[in-house]
């Protein structure tokens, strides 16, 4: 499975960007796909999951009300819409897939493919 996360850019804070992660490869096995974030100096961390077959969701609670996350199945891609954001938000943002259904969503271990990252860069 291949991962191409894209949308990634400059905003600035209290602005809203859109990322996008293209999967293609197997078709046959159904994905749950998550996003995750890298700022500088810090440790990837959990963003938010979606789940293929249903389109539930989870989220880290600090981003929970500006953060969503969606699928198109149509399209084998995911989304995570970002709002109001804030220069902290800074980061590289992954996208992964894990098998579904993973247990948790929120731990690296659970996903299989990642994608190559995006940059978001919010000034303040």
């Known amino acids: 499975v291949q991962l191409q996360a894209s949308g990634g850019g400059l905003v600035q804070a209290g602005g809203s960007l859109r990322l996008s992660c293209v999967a293609s490869?197997?078709?046959?096995?159904?994905?749950?796909m998550g996003w995750f974030r890298r700022a500088p100096g810090k440790a990837r961390e959990f963003v938010g999951r979606v789940r293929w077959g249903s389109g539930s969701t989870i989220y880290a609670d600090s981003l929970k009300g500006r953060f969503a996350v969606s699928r198109d199945v149509a399209k084998n891609t995911a989304f995570l819409q970002m709002n109001n954001l804030n220069p902290d938000d800074t980061a590289v943002y992954y996208c992964?897939?894990?098998?579904?259904?993973?247990?948790?969503?929120?731990?690296?271990?659970?996903?299989?493919?990642w994608g190559q990252g995006t940059q978001v860069t919010v000034s303040s």
């Open positions: 490869g197997d078709t046959s096995t159904t994905y749950d």
């Open positions: 992964a897939a894990g098998r579904s259904p993973i247990r948790f969503g929120n731990r690296e271990y659970e996903y299989d493919y």
